[in-house]
């Protein structure tokens, strides 16, 4: 019963927070207007199922730690597991889509995914309590201040070029300086450049994660650093650097203005990436104050607070160094344009098949979703009629209303001139009245 608990209270966090397998909805939903994206997805809604499983944490660490309920222990591993792998599949969409607004709204997906993988390995040894508790807070709040700069820098993107497409940008930077340069500090922090604010919460949800030991968790987080570097420094060549596209051609002739959006929407993009910066430069000091604060409130619930052993420059340089390969190919790539994308996947066939897998969303949408859930309730929904609806419309409306005309019938042609006759028929007639009154006593109210 603890076991069945603990995954259906994890499937409502996970679906409120688009986690794997229930991903899938958060990028259709960026249809919307950029402030609504900035706040709901960005900083609110679709956090709080991370905030329910970090409410949840005291309650299973103590059943698991302190009660010896062995059961307890699943819901740290389930949402660990769910959220490495939800981080790694979401950062792989990003990394290949073409949306503006789609490519931020995966990486909410990947950087709720570290959320998670950070509280998840905060109850899987007994002194990673403290460390992955603030590790997936400390991100949740980081992240929150980035991505809200990320989608209102979007949304004035997509206001000056008229379109939803990174694909139908380009060049945008001399026209959209300030925009180019909050969004840029932004994205960096996204990444995990020190000394933004991704960079002190990122670093810590990998400490913690290398804590407990389980080196497939930790390898998988730090692939997808290597893919987050990538898509964000790909969205940004694409959008302000490289040649204009035809689009912003066309836009130019037709004398449409290409230049920054209102000086309300400028301000609050530059409010936010000063935020960003601000935070940054006090980062060390917030993750210290998050961690002092929660260690008091968690030992007021009568939990023993061990504090681990530092894990020196090991993480922070190893997640500077993939911050950088990722960082250095799509430089290539996409803003020096030494390389072009699309020749260079097609003398790669292994590389087009990864991306067209990329591209159709791992298929779980087209297949796991529509074509089994979807596809499958249309198929039954087709055969009701059929093999279920057919046949009970048959046996209540066609054979017992004809059963009594049939007995009728039966009867009528009975000779009962005997004596005999007539007593066999009048049994059956008694026998009939018992059943009758039998069957209204059991079937009535008790």
């Not at 997805?41 to 499983?53: D, E, P």
């Not at 969004?183 to 670093?203: E, N």
């Not at 055969?383 to 066609?398: Q, R, S, T």
């Not at 005999?420 to 006593?441: G, K, P, S």
Request: proline share 4%; net charge positive; glycine share 8%.
């Amino acid at each position: 019963m603890i076991s069945l608990v603990t995954v259906l209270l994890l499937a409502g966090a996970f679906g409120k927070s688009a986690q794997f397998p229930f991903h899938e909805w958060l990028p259709e939903a960026m249809t919307g207007p950029a402030p609504v994206s900035a706040l709901i997805h960005a900083a609110t809604m679709v956090k709080s199922g991370v905030y329910l499983v970090a409410r949840l944490i005291p309650i299973f660490y103590f059943g698991y730690w302190v009660a010896g309920c062995h059961e307890a222990l699943y819901f740290f591993i389930i949402v660990a597991w769910v959220g490495a792998i939800t981080a790694f599949v979401a950062a792989s969409q990003g990394m290949v889509s073409l949306e503006l607004k789609k490519v931020l709204a995966f990486s909410t997906v990947s950087q709720i995914g570290y959320m998670m993988l950070a509280l998840g390995v905060a109850g899987l040894t007994p002194d990673n309590l403290l460390e992955g508790y603030t590790g997936g807070t400390f991100h949740l709040m980081s992240h929150a201040l980035f991505k809200a700069c990320l989608f209102l820098c979007a949304g004035s993107v997509i206001h000056a070029a008229h379109s939803i497409y990174i694909n139908e940008m380009g060049s945008l930077r001399k026209y959209m300086p300030y925009t180019w340069l909050f969004m840029f500090i932004a994205a960096l922090s996204l990444m995990g450049v020190p000394p933004l604010p991704g960079f002190w919460s990122k670093d810590l949800v990998l400490i913690s994660t290398l804590h407990v030991h389980i080196y497939p968790l930790f390898l998988i987080a730090i692939i997808t650093v290597i893919v987050t570097s990538f898509y964000s420094v790909r969205f940004i060549g694409m959008v302000f650097h490289g040649k204009e596209s035809g689009n912003v051609a066309t836009l130019k002739k037709k004398g449409k203005h290409l230049g920054e959006a209102r000086p309300v929407m400028v301000v609050a993009c530059g409010a936010l990436a000063v935020g960003i910066v601000v935070v940054g430069i006090f980062g060390l000091k917030l993750e210290h104050f998050l961690g002092e604060t929660f260690g008091h409130a968690l030992e007021r619930l009568h939990l023993t607070i061990v504090h681990p052993e530092s894990a020196g420059l090991f993480v922070p340089a190893l997640s500077v160094l993939t911050v950088l390969i990722g960082a250095v190919v799509a430089y290539v790539f996409y803003i020096s344009r030494k390389v072009d994308p699309a020749r260079f996947l097609e003398k790669r066939l292994s590389l087009k098949a990864i991306h067209k897998f990329f591209w159709n969303r791992w298929y779980i949408d087209d297949v796991v979703y529509y074509k089994f859930f979807v596809g499958g309730i249309s198929t039954l929904a087709a055969a009701m009629p059929k093999y279920i609806e057919g046949p009970l419309n048959k046996v209540f409306h066609e054979f017992i209303p004809a059963l009594p005309e049939g007995i009728y019938g039966l009867i009528k042609h009975m000779k009962t001139e005997s004596k005999e006759m007539t007593f066999n028929l009048l049994y059956v007639i008694l026998l009939f009245i018992v059943i009758l009154f039998v069957m209204l006593f059991l079937g009535g109210p008790q």
